[in-house]
């Protein structure tokens, strides 16, 4: 047989492995809150917003330069009757103009809009601020999820084992079908707790995914990126008199809201430059063309200088509304800005509160992982001495899952409540260190080495 060339390299091609599908990359959870900063929709339009301000700066500024105009007009006309004068009427002009004095017009709008940057730069850090929080609870919600999963299906694997041991002896005939039935309801029972924690997973990673800007892709259930690391907890104590200082003096939220009051302050200077003179100074070079001939040539042309100046007498007291609205919208961003130091302060204590409320959880779910496991095997050697019942052990199956998942939802709250406190004092988790108040070192590092679950379920 012959094959020609294409034939032969089709071949060659179906003989080749299927290259292998890219591995999605991997961040831990300073990775993620950098890639978060970079590719988030909302610090992109934050960004943004900075931008169109710095427009605006030129766009004020342009009031201490000279502006040039021109100006042109050129007609034809049709008389009814006979007439000496020219049928075309033309006039062009180049025109330079100069403000020499606005009233405090001019100055005050380039302060408005060099305090507009400075807060638009304020409400981008804070949202920074408030995006780095979310990522850092969701990619602990992730862990927190991931670890859930590894607790049912550990939980799971012990009640499959139980079930099937029942069976055995259900087949001796040392016990009786009620020992294979509740096993199989224990089974069943918890088989919708992994499943419902393998869908809090995959929720996880959406939540994740909207913070990255990462889109999904429609015919894949897999996230297109992983995360690295697993729930630890790392104790941490602060004081709070200095939380809520710190937050006071570097929450950028309400350096904004002290921005809107300058900016009101300076728009009442602003609206009052309406009642004073206004003094412009103009150069210009000016072509015409002069309709009757008895007056000159048709074709004119020269310089001119001058000084243009308004005042405005009485405007109908629109000035006046304006001043009213503008101490309106001042004493309004007076009472923002209290509202917001209440609220940064509210944030702070709330941190707090949920800080020290975790770390008491973990430290009681702590001593009852280890108390419930001992009571696992406990059970299981009763049962096996004939000295306790089937329902013992299940009952201490149940308990340690139950105190498994409640020190993991312990660690995830801790870590969110310093992600949030670090978010209110406007630093980062690493950053708070300014604030921690010294404990005892290597009680604290027994205490974090208990908290990180264990590969078994009955490991102790």
Request: glycine share 6%.
């Amino acid at each position: 047989m012959h094959f020609g060339v294409g034939a032969v390299a089709l071949l060659i091609l179906l003989a080749l492995p299927a290259p292998l599908p890219a591995a999605a990359p991997t961040y831990n959870i300073e990775e993620a809150v950098a890639l978060a900063h970079a590719q988030n929709p909302e610090i992109a339009v934050a960004g943004k917003k900075i931008a169109a301000a710095r427009g605006g700066l030129v766009e004020a500024r342009s009031g201490f330069l000279p502006s040039v105009m021109s100006t042109g007009l050129v007609d034809k006309r049709e008389h009814q009757s006979d007439t000496r004068l020219r049928d075309e009427d033309y006039n062009a002009s180049l025109r330079v103009v100069q403000n020499l004095y606005t009233g405090g017009a001019v100055t005050s709008q380039v302060a408005i809009a060099r305090l507009n940057i400075d807060k638009q730069e304020y409400e981008f850090q804070e949202i920074a601020n408030r995006v780095a929080m979310d990522v850092r609870v969701g990619f602990n919600e992730l862990l927190l999820n991931r670890a859930k999963i590894r607790v049912r299906e550990d939980s799971v694997r012990v009640l499959q084992e139980e079930l099937k041991a029942q069976e055995e002896r259900l087949g001796a005939g040392i016990v009786g079908k009620l020992n294979v039935q509740r096993a199989e309801v224990a089974l069943a029972n918890e088989r919708p707790e992994l499943i419902n924690a393998q869908t809090q997973l995959k929720n996880s990673y959406l939540r994740l995914g909207e913070l990255f800007g990462i889109n999904f892709p429609p015919d894949s259930e897999q996230a297109p990126f992983e995360i690295s690391g697993q729930l630890q907890y790392h104790p941490r104590h602060f004081d709070l008199n200095e939380c809520l200082v710190r937050a006071d003096v570097s929450r950028p939220e309400l350096k904004a809201r002290q921005k809107d009051i300058e900016i009101e302050d300076r728009q009442y200077t602003l609206n009052q430059s309406e009642l004073r003179p206004r003094v412009g100074f103009f150069s210009a070079y000016e072509i015409y063309n002069e309709r009757d001939p008895q007056v000159g040539h048709e074709f004119n042309h020269g310089y001119l200088v001058g000084i243009n100046a308004t005042w405005h007498i009485f405007d109908g007291f629109a000035t006046k509304g304006r001043l009213q609205a503008t101490r309106a919208r001042r004493e309004a961003a007076v009472q923002a800005l209290g509202a917001a130091r209440r609220a940064v302060a509210s944030e702070v204590r709330g941190a707090f509160f949920d800080l020290e409320q975790a770390e008491r959880v973990l430290e009681s779910e702590t001593r009852n992982v280890q108390t419930a496991d001992e009571s696992l095997e406990i059970a299981k050697s009763n049962f096996a001495a004939g000295l306790g019942t089937q329902l013992d052990i299940l009952q201490a199956s149940s308990d340690v899952t139950r105190t498994r998942t409640t020190r993991l939802s312990a660690i995830y709250l801790h870590n969110v409540a310093l992600a949030r406190l670090a978010r209110a004092c406007a630093s980062s988790p690493e950053a708070l260190d300014f604030m921690t108040t010294n404990k005892d070192e290597r009680a604290e590092a027994r205490v974090s080495n208990v908290a990180q679950p264990p590969a078994k379920l009955t490991e102790r």
